[in-house]
């Protein structure tokens, strides 16, 4: 059974910094891609961030690039999004999800992927 389990959000006041975690399981990073999404209250859910172990390739949304960074630790079987110089509308729920890793390309979309976490708060104050 694969579970995605989101852990590290919090309140925090603009400027500032949070990493939010990942931890998979029943599943491995060499057949699955790691994304991050965020779904803010009244708007849809957007990509953030993907990470391919087997393309070694990482990708960004334009608003959040130079500011999140994703990685991964295998030996944890855990993806981290670090998120500096964090702004109000960064303010959503954030999720993280697995697809298939052979796309060959970035995937930023809802639909690429098959399992979800839970979802972690992110409240950015002004």
């Known amino acids: 059974e694969v579970q995605l389990v989101e852990s590290g959000g919090g309140l925090v006041q603009a400027g500032g910094s949070l990493r939010l975690s990942c931890a998979a399981s029943?599943?491995?990073?060499?057949?699955?891609?790691i994304g991050w999404f965020r779904q803010a209250p009244g708007k849809v859910r957007e990509g953030v961030s993907w990470?391919?172990?087997?393309?070694?390739?990482?990708a960004y949304a334009e608003s959040v690039k130079g500011r999140f960074t994703i990685s991964a630790d295998n030996s944890k079987n855990t993806v981290y999004l670090q998120m500096n110089n964090l702004k109000p509308e960064d303010t959503a729920v954030y999720y993280c999800?697995?697809?298939?890793?052979?796309?060959?390309?970035?995937?930023?979309?809802?639909?690429?992927?098959?399992?979800w976490g839970q979802g972690t708060q992110v409240t950015v104050s002004s």
């Open positions: 990470f391919s172990k087997s393309a070694d390739s990482t």
């Open positions: 029943g599943l491995t990073f060499d057949e699955y891609a």
């Open positions: 999800a697995a697809g298939p890793s052979g796309m060959g390309y970035p995937m930023l979309r809802v639909y690429e992927y098959d399992y």
